[in-house]
Protein backbone atom coordinates (compact mmCIF):
# COMPACT_ATOMS: atom_id res chain seq x y z
CA UNK A 1 0.00 0.00 0.00
CA UNK A 2 3.16 2.30 0.32
CA UNK A 3 3.56 2.20 -3.42
CA UNK A 4 -0.09 3.40 -3.90
CA UNK A 5 0.15 6.26 -1.44
CA UNK A 6 3.91 7.03 -3.04
CA UNK A 7 2.30 7.09 -6.51
CA UNK A 8 -0.89 9.30 -5.35
CA UNK A 9 1.63 11.70 -3.40
CA UNK A 10 4.12 11.92 -7.13
CA UNK A 11 0.32 12.82 -8.47
CA UNK A 12 -0.66 15.78 -6.30
CA UNK A 13 2.63 17.15 -6.10
CA UNK A 14 3.32 17.20 -10.16
CA UNK A 15 -0.52 18.59 -9.87
CA UNK A 16 -0.17 21.19 -7.74
CA UNK A 17 2.83 22.41 -8.94
CA UNK A 18 1.42 22.66 -12.16
CA UNK A 19 -2.15 23.85 -10.83
CA UNK A 20 -3.27 21.10 -13.28
CA UNK A 21 -7.00 19.99 -11.70
CA UNK A 22 -7.35 16.21 -10.42
CA UNK A 23 -11.06 14.64 -10.31
CA UNK A 24 -11.12 12.34 -7.36
CA UNK A 25 -13.15 8.98 -7.98
CA UNK A 26 -13.68 5.78 -6.82
CA UNK A 27 -16.16 3.78 -8.92
CA UNK A 28 -17.75 6.77 -10.40
CA UNK A 29 -21.52 5.59 -9.15
CA UNK A 30 -22.29 9.53 -7.84
CA UNK A 31 -19.93 11.26 -11.36
CA UNK A 32 -23.42 12.84 -11.88
CA UNK A 33 -23.83 14.97 -8.34
CA UNK A 34 -22.83 18.54 -7.93
CA UNK A 35 -20.86 20.09 -10.68
CA UNK A 36 -19.57 18.41 -13.93
CA UNK A 37 -15.95 16.84 -12.91
CA UNK A 38 -12.98 18.53 -14.12
CA UNK A 39 -9.54 17.60 -14.19
CA UNK A 40 -7.56 14.20 -14.88
CA UNK A 41 -9.03 11.49 -13.18
CA UNK A 42 -7.18 9.91 -9.58
CA UNK A 43 -8.53 7.01 -9.13
CA UNK A 44 -9.04 5.51 -5.32
CA UNK A 45 -10.05 1.88 -5.92
CA UNK A 46 -6.53 0.37 -5.67
CA UNK A 47 -6.48 1.67 -2.02
CA UNK A 48 -9.02 -0.41 -0.60
CA UNK A 49 -9.31 -2.77 2.27
CA UNK A 50 -11.00 -2.68 5.95
CA UNK A 51 -8.14 -2.22 8.28
CA UNK A 52 -9.74 -2.57 11.36
CA UNK A 53 -13.28 -3.87 12.41
CA UNK A 54 -14.64 -4.39 15.64
CA UNK A 55 -17.76 -5.74 16.47
CA UNK A 56 -17.59 -5.23 20.27
CA UNK A 57 -16.58 -1.30 19.99
CA UNK A 58 -18.92 -0.73 17.10
CA UNK A 59 -15.96 0.51 14.97
CA UNK A 60 -14.90 -0.09 11.22
CA UNK A 61 -12.65 1.62 9.82
CA UNK A 62 -11.49 1.07 5.93
CA UNK A 63 -9.53 2.71 3.55
CA UNK A 64 -11.01 5.02 0.61
CA UNK A 65 -11.52 2.66 -2.28
CA UNK A 66 -12.89 -0.36 -0.26
CA UNK A 67 -16.49 -1.42 -1.83
CA UNK A 68 -19.46 -0.66 0.32
CA UNK A 69 -20.72 -3.79 -0.99
CA UNK A 70 -17.40 -5.53 1.11
CA UNK A 71 -17.96 -3.38 4.23
CA UNK A 72 -22.00 -4.30 4.11
CA UNK A 73 -20.72 -7.94 3.73
CA UNK A 74 -18.47 -7.99 6.92
CA UNK A 75 -21.01 -5.96 9.04
CA UNK A 76 -24.05 -8.82 7.84
CA UNK A 77 -21.88 -11.59 9.43
CA UNK A 78 -21.96 -9.72 12.83
CA UNK A 79 -25.62 -8.40 12.45
CA UNK A 80 -24.43 -4.71 12.04
CA UNK A 81 -24.88 -1.86 10.00
CA UNK A 82 -24.23 1.40 8.72
CA UNK A 83 -27.27 3.02 10.34
CA UNK A 84 -27.43 6.00 7.97
CA UNK A 85 -28.29 3.80 5.15
CA UNK A 86 -25.74 5.32 2.14
CA UNK A 87 -26.64 4.52 -1.41
CA UNK A 88 -25.32 2.78 -3.75
CA UNK A 89 -26.25 3.96 -6.60
CA UNK A 90 -24.52 1.01 -8.26
CA UNK A 91 -22.53 -2.29 -7.55
CA UNK A 92 -19.03 -1.04 -7.33
CA UNK A 93 -19.54 2.03 -4.98
CA UNK A 94 -16.56 2.76 -2.47
CA UNK A 95 -16.83 4.20 1.08
CA UNK A 96 -14.87 7.22 -0.06
CA UNK A 97 -17.81 8.07 -2.73
CA UNK A 98 -20.37 7.55 0.38
CA UNK A 99 -17.49 9.81 2.50
CA UNK A 100 -17.19 12.28 0.17
CA UNK A 101 -20.63 12.78 -1.09
CA UNK A 102 -22.23 12.84 2.33
CA UNK A 103 -25.53 11.17 1.37
CA UNK A 104 -27.83 9.46 3.39
CA UNK A 105 -30.84 6.85 3.18
CA UNK A 106 -34.36 6.44 4.94
CA UNK A 107 -32.98 6.15 8.45
CA UNK A 108 -31.10 9.35 8.23
CA UNK A 109 -34.02 11.63 9.52
CA UNK A 110 -33.81 9.27 12.94
CA UNK A 111 -30.46 7.60 13.56
CA UNK A 112 -28.13 10.42 11.87
CA UNK A 113 -26.39 11.59 9.01
CA UNK A 114 -23.06 10.31 7.67
CA UNK A 115 -21.12 13.05 9.42
CA UNK A 116 -22.44 11.53 12.67
CA UNK A 117 -21.45 7.89 12.74
CA UNK A 118 -17.65 9.46 11.64
CA UNK A 119 -15.17 9.19 14.09
CA UNK A 120 -11.94 9.97 12.16
CA UNK A 121 -10.41 10.35 9.16
CA UNK A 122 -7.09 10.16 7.14
CA UNK A 123 -6.54 12.97 4.51
CA UNK A 124 -3.45 13.68 1.75
CA UNK A 125 -3.48 17.62 1.15
CA UNK A 126 -2.44 19.65 -1.67
CA UNK A 127 1.25 19.08 -0.32
CA UNK A 128 1.32 15.59 -0.18
CA UNK A 129 1.07 15.74 3.12
CA UNK A 130 -0.85 12.66 4.87
CA UNK A 131 -2.90 14.31 7.83
CA UNK A 132 -4.96 12.56 10.32
CA UNK A 133 -8.17 13.89 12.26
CA UNK A 134 -10.32 12.43 15.20
CA UNK A 135 -9.63 8.11 15.70
CA UNK A 136 -11.61 5.58 15.90
CA UNK A 137 -13.14 5.76 19.66
CA UNK A 138 -15.98 8.05 20.77
CA UNK A 139 -14.21 10.39 22.81
CA UNK A 140 -11.53 11.21 20.66
CA UNK A 141 -12.50 14.63 19.45
CA UNK A 142 -10.52 17.36 20.47
CA UNK A 143 -10.99 21.05 19.41
CA UNK A 144 -12.13 21.62 15.65
CA UNK A 145 -13.79 17.93 13.95
CA UNK A 146 -12.37 18.40 10.81
CA UNK A 147 -13.09 14.54 10.25
CA UNK A 148 -17.01 15.08 9.90
CA UNK A 149 -16.44 18.47 8.19
CA UNK A 150 -15.07 16.57 5.08
CA UNK A 151 -17.76 14.49 5.32
CA UNK A 152 -19.51 15.74 1.98
CA UNK A 153 -16.99 17.64 1.11
CA UNK A 154 -17.44 15.93 -2.41
CA UNK A 155 -13.55 15.66 -2.37
CA UNK A 156 -12.90 19.51 -2.70
CA UNK A 157 -10.44 19.72 0.01
CA UNK A 158 -8.25 16.37 -0.48
CA UNK A 159 -7.94 12.67 -0.80
CA UNK A 160 -9.46 10.76 1.72
CA UNK A 161 -7.57 7.74 2.55
CA UNK A 162 -9.14 6.20 5.25
CA UNK A 163 -12.38 6.45 7.26
CA UNK A 164 -13.57 5.52 10.70
CA UNK A 165 -16.96 5.15 11.17
CA UNK A 166 -19.25 3.80 13.98
CA UNK A 167 -21.67 0.64 12.73
CA UNK A 168 -25.00 -0.22 14.69
CA UNK A 169 -26.71 -3.25 15.40
CA UNK A 170 -29.44 -4.42 13.29
CA UNK A 171 -32.58 -3.64 14.60
CA UNK A 172 -34.37 -7.10 15.91
CA UNK A 173 -37.63 -6.55 14.35
CA UNK A 174 -38.89 -4.44 11.84
CA UNK A 175 -42.11 -3.41 9.75
CA UNK A 176 -44.18 -0.95 7.86
CA UNK A 177 -47.40 0.44 8.01
CA UNK A 178 -49.27 2.23 5.33
CA UNK A 179 -51.73 4.78 5.26
CA UNK A 180 -54.25 6.64 2.75
CA UNK A 181 -53.64 9.93 3.77
CA UNK A 182 -53.62 13.48 1.65
CA UNK A 183 -49.81 15.20 1.48
CA UNK A 184 -51.60 18.01 4.47
CA UNK A 185 -52.33 14.90 6.44
CA UNK A 186 -49.04 13.20 5.84
CA UNK A 187 -46.91 15.68 7.19
CA UNK A 188 -49.38 16.49 10.23
CA UNK A 189 -49.11 12.91 11.35
CA UNK A 190 -45.37 12.85 10.66
CA UNK A 191 -44.82 15.68 12.72
CA UNK A 192 -47.62 14.49 15.42
CA UNK A 193 -46.18 11.07 15.50
CA UNK A 194 -41.87 12.33 15.44
CA UNK A 195 -42.76 13.73 18.75
CA UNK A 196 -43.54 10.33 20.66
CA UNK A 197 -42.23 7.64 21.82
CA UNK A 198 -42.33 5.36 18.71
CA UNK A 199 -39.54 3.30 16.78
CA UNK A 200 -40.47 4.92 13.76
CA UNK A 201 -36.98 4.59 11.26
CA UNK A 202 -38.52 5.66 7.92
CA UNK A 203 -41.27 7.35 6.63
CA UNK A 204 -42.03 8.17 3.07
CA UNK A 205 -45.03 10.07 1.55
CA UNK A 206 -46.29 10.37 -2.34
CA UNK A 207 -50.27 10.19 -4.09
CA UNK A 208 -52.08 10.28 -1.67
CA UNK A 209 -50.17 7.08 0.24
CA UNK A 210 -47.99 7.18 3.47
CA UNK A 211 -45.39 4.44 4.28
CA UNK A 212 -43.86 3.98 7.58
CA UNK A 213 -40.95 1.87 8.62
CA UNK A 214 -40.69 0.61 12.95
CA UNK A 215 -37.46 -0.75 13.36
CA UNK A 216 -36.70 -1.92 17.43
CA UNK A 217 -37.34 -4.38 19.93
CA UNK A 218 -39.56 -6.57 19.19
CA UNK A 219 -42.03 -5.33 21.96
CA UNK A 220 -41.76 -1.81 20.75
CA UNK A 221 -42.46 -2.45 17.51
CA UNK A 222 -45.67 -4.26 18.20
CA UNK A 223 -46.79 -2.17 20.68
CA UNK A 224 -46.23 0.85 17.93
CA UNK A 225 -47.94 -1.19 15.37
CA UNK A 226 -51.58 -1.67 17.59
CA UNK A 227 -51.06 2.06 18.65
CA UNK A 228 -51.01 3.33 15.34
CA UNK A 229 -52.70 0.77 12.99
CA UNK A 230 -52.86 1.28 9.56
CA UNK A 231 -51.94 -1.69 6.55
CA UNK A 232 -49.34 -3.74 7.73
CA UNK A 233 -46.66 -4.35 4.25
CA UNK A 234 -45.47 -7.54 3.84
CA UNK A 235 -41.43 -7.77 2.74
CA UNK A 236 -41.27 -4.02 2.66
CA UNK A 237 -36.85 -4.32 2.40
CA UNK A 238 -37.26 -3.48 -1.17
CA UNK A 239 -39.31 -0.52 -1.28
CA UNK A 240 -37.29 1.40 1.32
CA UNK A 241 -33.79 -0.34 -0.99
CA UNK A 242 -35.76 1.10 -3.60
CA UNK A 243 -36.15 4.33 -1.92
CA UNK A 244 -32.29 4.71 -1.00
CA UNK A 245 -30.95 3.28 -4.31
CA UNK A 246 -33.36 5.72 -6.02
CA UNK A 247 -34.80 2.71 -8.16
CA UNK A 248 -38.57 3.64 -7.04
CA UNK A 249 -40.68 4.48 -10.33
CA UNK A 250 -41.18 7.76 -9.15
CA UNK A 251 -37.22 8.45 -9.75
CA UNK A 252 -37.14 7.66 -13.19
CA UNK A 253 -35.80 10.49 -14.69
CA UNK A 254 -37.41 13.02 -16.53
CA UNK A 255 -35.48 14.32 -19.56
CA UNK A 256 -37.10 17.96 -19.31
CA UNK A 257 -36.79 18.61 -15.36
CA UNK A 258 -34.11 18.00 -13.19
CA UNK A 259 -34.86 16.20 -9.56
CA UNK A 260 -34.77 18.44 -6.99
CA UNK A 261 -34.01 17.79 -3.40
CA UNK A 262 -35.77 19.95 -0.63
CA UNK A 263 -34.44 20.23 2.79
CA UNK A 264 -36.92 22.27 4.62
CA UNK A 265 -38.05 22.37 8.55
CA UNK A 266 -40.55 18.95 8.96
CA UNK A 267 -43.32 21.52 10.08
CA UNK A 268 -43.26 23.39 6.52
CA UNK A 269 -46.82 22.62 5.32
CA UNK A 270 -47.25 21.72 1.53
CA UNK A 271 -45.59 23.75 -1.01
CA UNK A 272 -47.34 25.77 -3.72
CA UNK A 273 -45.08 23.80 -6.39
CA UNK A 274 -46.19 22.11 -9.25
CA UNK A 275 -45.36 18.99 -10.61
CA UNK A 276 -44.83 15.25 -8.72
CA UNK A 277 -42.87 14.86 -5.29
CA UNK A 278 -42.40 12.53 -2.52
CA UNK A 279 -41.60 13.07 0.63
CA UNK A 280 -39.42 11.93 3.32
CA UNK A 281 -37.29 11.86 6.70
CA UNK A 282 -40.72 12.84 8.46
CA UNK A 283 -40.98 15.85 6.11
CA UNK A 284 -37.64 17.20 6.14
CA UNK A 285 -36.56 16.22 3.10
CA UNK A 286 -38.74 16.49 -0.64
CA UNK A 287 -38.13 15.62 -3.89
CA UNK A 288 -39.70 17.13 -6.70
CA UNK A 289 -39.79 17.49 -10.65
CA UNK A 290 -41.12 20.60 -11.78
CA UNK A 291 -41.06 23.20 -14.54
CA UNK A 292 -41.00 25.86 -11.82
CA UNK A 293 -38.47 28.64 -12.60
CA UNK A 294 -34.94 27.26 -10.23
CA UNK A 295 -35.30 30.57 -8.56
CA UNK A 296 -39.02 30.32 -7.11
CA UNK A 297 -37.95 27.10 -5.48
CA UNK A 298 -34.92 28.60 -4.36
CA UNK A 299 -36.96 31.85 -2.93
CA UNK A 300 -39.57 29.42 -1.72
CA UNK A 301 -36.86 27.08 0.44
CA UNK A 302 -35.45 30.10 1.44
CA UNK A 303 -38.72 31.50 2.95
CA UNK A 304 -39.43 28.15 4.44
CA UNK A 305 -36.01 28.75 6.02
CA UNK A 306 -34.37 25.42 4.28
CA UNK A 307 -32.19 24.99 1.05
CA UNK A 308 -32.50 23.48 -2.28
CA UNK A 309 -30.16 20.81 -4.18
CA UNK A 310 -30.31 19.83 -7.92
CA UNK A 311 -29.77 16.74 -6.84
CA UNK A 312 -29.70 15.11 -10.59
CA UNK A 313 -29.74 16.16 -14.47
CA UNK A 314 -31.52 19.55 -15.28
CA UNK A 315 -29.94 22.90 -16.59
CA UNK A 316 -27.02 23.31 -13.39
CA UNK A 317 -25.61 26.41 -15.60
CA UNK A 318 -28.48 28.25 -12.26
CA UNK A 319 -25.97 26.21 -9.97
CA UNK A 320 -26.37 22.44 -7.71
CA UNK A 321 -26.75 23.41 -3.99
CA UNK A 322 -27.85 27.24 -2.86
CA UNK A 323 -25.49 29.50 -3.20
CA UNK A 324 -23.61 31.03 -0.43
CA UNK A 325 -23.65 34.04 2.04
CA UNK A 326 -20.40 35.96 1.66
CA UNK A 327 -19.31 35.40 4.73
CA UNK A 328 -19.76 31.72 3.90
CA UNK A 329 -17.77 31.67 0.82
CA UNK A 330 -15.30 33.29 2.90
CA UNK A 331 -14.67 30.10 5.54
CA UNK A 332 -14.95 28.34 2.25
CA UNK A 333 -12.40 29.59 0.14
CA UNK A 334 -9.85 29.96 3.53
CA UNK A 335 -10.43 25.97 4.33
CA UNK A 336 -9.80 24.88 0.71
CA UNK A 337 -6.71 27.18 0.21
CA UNK A 338 -5.25 25.74 3.72
CA UNK A 339 -5.60 21.94 2.25
CA UNK A 340 -5.57 22.90 -1.03
CA UNK A 341 -3.74 26.49 -1.86
CA UNK A 342 -3.07 25.12 -5.82
CA UNK A 343 -6.35 24.47 -6.08
CA UNK A 344 -6.38 21.56 -7.37
CA UNK A 345 -8.42 18.81 -5.93
CA UNK A 346 -12.15 18.19 -7.60
CA UNK A 347 -12.35 22.25 -8.98
CA UNK A 348 -15.85 23.94 -9.27
CA UNK A 349 -17.53 20.85 -7.55
CA UNK A 350 -19.53 21.93 -5.25
CA UNK A 351 -19.52 25.82 -6.26
CA UNK A 352 -18.12 26.88 -9.45
CA UNK A 353 -15.71 29.46 -8.00
CA UNK A 354 -14.05 27.23 -5.06
Not at 309 to 333: N, Q
Amino acid sequence: MDNILQEYRERILKASAYKSALCIQGSGSKQWYGQSPRGEILDTRAYRGIVAYEPTELVITARCGTPLSEITAALDQQNQMLAFEPPHFGSAATIGGVFASGLSGPRRATAGAVRDFVLGATLMDGSGEVLSFGGQVMKNVAGYDVSRMLAGSMGTLGLVLDVSLKVLPKPFAETTLAFALSEADALSRMNQWGGQALPISASAWQVGRLMLRLSGAEAAVRAAKQKLGGEEIRNASAYWESLREQSHDFFAQDDEHGLWRLSLPSTTPAMPLTGKSMIEWGGAQRWLFSDEAPQRIRELATEARGHVTLFRGGDKASGVFTPLSAPLVKIHRNLKNSFDPAGIFNPGRMYPDL
